[in-house]
Structure formats: structure tokens, C-alpha cells
């Protein structure tokens, strides 16, 4: 897949960050045999929190419906699958991971979305599976928003003798870089850098851990830090750590470091090379009840139409899915800070973006799951 495929309709920075004239989106018509009230996993912190100002606050206020919010969206996949199993599926939405979406949808846990008929067409009439166009990775993930994972560093560790690292390899450079690093407790991201930082071009990543001796070299690589690294599950953690000093340098998504860099005003930089660029999104459980169904399904229509996609970018720096949406990202809502260099799809951050690939980790992700925390646990 090419960058510009990957970046579709989010290629935000591409375009004049002046928005368009837009209208406030109208409210929502009237929901015929719906639920009162809708559940939705998410990511908790401050991605949560751009949702609930960008959509789900104006969904209540215009309709009245109580929204239910769950922190589990890491671990998403194990818990479907478990509620699948015990016939008791609480979620109505969930935001994940477009892979995570991949895998729900061939494992039947996800409903196959009917773009066109679920979502709102853009105000020029484009439908909205031409208007998400290639951000749509899979019959069950509706694209919401793109974003990276990255890293962000201390900009004032005084062992570092003014050292600035300058590439994603700083990661494992102990010598240079000393202190504890954050690293995401899953084998996503992990392997692909400690297989570039070993070595092996960024092309030929996936055709290396297609083979044992390619997954053994990245875990190689990340035994050289593994006594200093602390394991995070949640995207929150890395900004916490960073801030708090207990970390030096790690991983997380780059909205997080946004929050921690601009709005905490931390003394914390944004290192951008090699970030991993993906898709985040909803997937509706399969087999919902029907006033359930009704209910997200109205929702979905609301929070994904062009205003309030571009509204996500008023309050975090992720690029909407919707081509029409873009010309609509302005300004932050609090800051007053133009949003378009904080992309990640801005030139100047995306020149060595890696581009995450979605089927293969749905294919072997459950594998390399297990190996990885079985590499963990020695």
C-alpha cells in the first residue's frame, strides 16, 4: 500500500488549514424503536475525551440518550470474544483498531456495515464510502479518525549532556539516551522498529517476521533494553510517565503527547520518526437486539457525519476520515492553535512514516500475541 493510499481521505495537511463556511450539523431526526441508552467501549483519556466534546455531548443534548462509557477498547478483541461466548454481549459500539476491526469481522463478531445506508452522505451528496475511500480497510471498521504512534521524549534529562535523539533507534540507544523507556505491552510497533533499528529496511519488515528467525532478531533487539523498559496497556500511561519523570523516552499515540507537550505544557518533545501511522474507527457487535441496533445506528449517522469528524480535530491531533471533513479542521478549541502541523499527516511528520499493515496483523496477530508475552515473561 502507498502513503498517499494509506493517508486517503486524512492527508489533512495537504490542504489550506483555513476551514470552509460550515453550518452547526442539524439534529438528528427523530429514532423509531430505539434503546434509551448506548454503550461504547473506547480508550479512555484524552482521545475519550475528544469524543465525548466532538459528538457524544451533542448527541445527548440533542436527543436526550444517556451515553454508558467503557475504558476496555485494548482489549477489545478478548472481550467480545468473551461475551460472545457466555451470550452476553453489554458493548453497542466499540472503537478499535482497524486490524482489530479486520479480525472481529472475519471471526463473524463484528456486523458487516452498510456504509451508505448507516452513515450520512457529505453536504455535496458524495456517499459515504466514497467519501471515506481507501480508510475503509475492512466491511466492518466505519474510519472515524487517523493517527500514529510515536514517540515522545524529556527534553530535560540532564544525563543525556544535551543529547537530542533524532531518530526512532534512540529508543535502544542505553549509552546516549540513558533512563527508563514506555513500550506499548504488545508486540504491534515493537517488532517492526526493533527490526528497522537492527538493521533490516523498512520495506522488508513484513517479509522478515513472516519468518522465525526474523520475529527471533526483533525480540533480539528488544532484549537489549528490556530490563529498562516499563510495559504500558493503556495510551495514557506513556504522557503520565513522561511527565511524572518515571520514564525518559517511550511510545504512545501521538494525540497523547499532543495533550501532554501543548496543553500540559510538559517538557516533553514529539520524536515523529518512523511513527506508525493507522485507523481508528467503530465496529458495531454482531447480532444486537433491534432497539440497540436502531440506536447505534442513529448515533453512528450523527458522529460521523463531515462536521462533527472534522469537529474531532478541534480537540486532539488526529486527522478525520472523511475527505470532506478536512477543509472544515481549523483551529483547537482551547489552544487557538492551528491543528494542521500537529498532524501526523503533515509532510514534514510523515517523511519516514511507517505504514502499519492491517491484513498481515490480523493474520498473525494472535500468534505473535503469545510469543511475544511468552518473551515477556522470561
Not at 88 to 117: H, K, P, S, Y
Not at 181 to 202: F, Q, Y
Not at 220 to 235: N, P
Not at 258 to 278: C, G, H, R, T
Request: aromatic letters at 8%; glycine letters at 6%; charged letters at 20%.
Amino acid at each position: 500500500m502507498k502513503l498517499t493510499q494509506l493517508l486517503g481521505a486524512s492527508a489533512l495537511a495537504i490542504l489550506p488549514a483555513t476551514p470552509l463556511l460550515a453550518q452547526d450539523a442539524e439534529a438528528p431526526p427523530p429514532c423509531e424503536n430505539c434503546a434509551d441508552t448506548i454503550t461504547i467501549s473506547s480508550w479512555g483519556g484524552a482521545y475519550q475525551a475528544m469524543q465525548q466534546k466532538a459528538y457524544a455531548e451533542p448527541y445527548t443534548e440533542a436527543t436526550g440518550v444517556r451515553i454508558i462509557w467503557d475504558e476496555s477498547s485494548n482489549e477489545a478483541v478478548a472481550k467480545l470474544r468473551a461475551m460472545n461466548e457466555a451470550g452476553n454481549v453489554t458493548w453497542d459500539l466499540v472503537d478499535v483498531l482497524a486490524t482489530d476491526g479486520i479480525r472481529l469481522c472475519d471471526e463473524g463478531l463484528a456486523a458487516e456495515a452498510e456504509f451508505d445506508e448507516w452513515l450520512a452522505p457529505a453536504p455535496d451528496g458524495t456517499s459515504a464510502s466514497e467519501d471515506l475511500g481507501d480508510n475503509i480497510v475492512s466491511d466492518c471498521h466505519i474510519p472515524t479518525n487517523l493517527y500514529s504512534t510515536t514517540v515522545g521524549y524529556r527534553t530535560d534529562v540532564a544525563a543525556w549532556n544535551g543529547a537530542v535523539p533524532g531518530d526512532i533507534c534512540a529508543i535502544f540507544d542505553l549509552e546516549t539516551f540513558p533512563g527508563k523507556r514506555a513500550l506499548e505491552k504488545r508486540p504491534i510497533n515493537n517488532l517492526e522498529w526493533a527490526l528497522i533499528c537492527s538493521g533490516v529496511p523498512a520495506a522488508e519488515v513484513y517479509d522478515a517476521l513472516e519468518t522465525p528467525e526474523g520475529i527471533d532478531q526483533a525480540l533480539a533487539k528488544l532484549d537489549t533494553i528490556k530490563s529498562e523498559t516499563i510495559w504500558w496497556s493503556a495510551g495514557a500511561e506513556t504522557p503520565q510517565l513522561l511527565a511524572d519523570g518515571e520514564a525518559v523516552i517511550g511510545s504512545t499515540y501521538n494525540g497523547r503527547l499532543f495533550s501532554v507537550i501543548e496543553e500540559q505544557k510538559q517538557p516533553v518533545a514529539m520524536l515523529w520518526d518512523y511513527q506508525v501511522f493507522d485507523i481508528d474507527g467503530f465496529i458495531v457487535p454482531a447480532d444486537l437486539p433491534e432497539e440497540r441496533l436502531n440506536r447505534v445506528k442513529h448515533f453512528l449517522r450523527f458522529a460521523t457525519d463531515t462536521q462533527h469528524l472534522a469537529d474531532q480535530a478541534k480537540f486532539i491531533s488526529y486527522g478525520p476520515a472523511r475527505a470532506s471533513s478536512q477543509p472544515l479542521v481549523g483551529n483547537h478549541v482551547d489552544l487557538g492553535i492551528d491543528m494542521a502541523p500537529h498532524m501526523p499527516t503533515a509532510p514534514e511528520n510523515a517523511e519516514t512514516g511507517f505504514l502499519f499493515n492491517y491484513t498481515w496483523w490480523a493474520d498473525n496477530r494472535d500468534e505473535l500475541d503469545g510469543r511475544f508475552q511468552a518473551w515477556l515473561g522470561q
